[in-house]
């Protein structure tokens, strides 16, 4: 399925909750033959948090019940590769980005830091 999403129309059925169901399923299974700890809790949230925390904030909206409905859903004012929409998004890339490297550094004590 994942390989389909190319070519598929954007914002089609790669944006609908049925494709966020199958990947969870889909990587369920990659979880279970790799024996990677909660890669289908995460996967599926960041694949979702696209959609959510994205492009249903966008005008043009998300078709959530494709391929039952066209409908396209938004609660948006953002318009995409609008100044305002870029500004957040690379603003939201620099958190994200800095909560990993942390995250990495705290897991993996990269600082050799002591708790006294």
Not at 26 to 55: P, R, V
Not at 59 to 84: E, Q
């Amino acid at each position: 399925m994942l390989a389909t999403f190319p070519w598929l129309k954007h914002r089609s059925f790669s944006h609908s909750i049925f494709a966020i169901i199958i990947v969870y399923f889909l990587l369920k299974q990659i979880e279970l033959i790799t024996n990677i700890l909660n890669l289908s809790f995460f996967g599926t949230i960041s694949y979702a948090s696209h959609i959510f925390l994205g492009d249903l904030f966008t005008r043009s909206g998300i078709p959530l019940l494709y391929p039952i409905s066209d409908k396209k859903f938004s609660l948006g004012f953002f318009k995409v590769g609008g100044f305002l929409n870029n500004a957040i998004e690379i603003i939201f890339i620099m958190i994200l980005t800095t909560l990993v490297v942390f995250t990495i550094i705290n897991k993996f004590n990269l600082l050799n830091l002591s708790i006294l």
